[in-house]
């Protein structure tokens, strides 16, 4: 059984720094193709940013360009989003997703994010 355990979130002030974390364990984490979702109030989830699975390649949304970094180590089979100069519009509950394309996609549990003054 596939498990994945983000951690790091909290509550931020606007332009500060977060770094998430997300463990996986119960599987080849190598193979995964690693990714951050978040989930505002209201709103639709959306793919913040992801990481191939050999780390050659990242992909990032528009609103995160800039300011958020993935990576990863496949030796701890860990994932992290480093996150600067937070927004108000950054706050959400970020969830990790471990995916093989085609074959098999698996969630956290998510972990809030409150950018707050």
């Known amino acids: 059984q596939v498990q994945l355990v983000e951690s790091g979130g909290g509550l931020v002030q606007p332009g500060g720094s977060l770094r998430l974390s997300c463990a996986v364990s119960?599987?080849?984490?190598?193979?995964?193709?690693m990714q951050w979702y978040r989930q505002a109030p209201g709103k639709q989830r959306e793919l913040v940013a992801a990481?191939?699975?050999?780390?050659?390649?990242?992909h990032y949304a528009d609103s995160a360009k800039g300011r958020f970094t993935i990576s990863r180590d496949n030796d701890k089979n860990e994932v992290y989003l480093q996150m600067h100069s937070l927004k108000f519009e950054d706050t959400a509950v970020y969830y990790c997703?471990?995916?093989?394309?085609?074959?098999?996609?698996?969630w956290g549990q998510g972990t809030q994010v409150t950018v707050s003054s």
């Open positions: 997703n471990a995916e093989i394309p085609g074959i098999a996609t698996y």
């Open positions: 119960g599987s080849t984490f190598s193979s995964f193709l």
């Open positions: 990481i191939s699975t050999t780390r050659s390649s990242a």
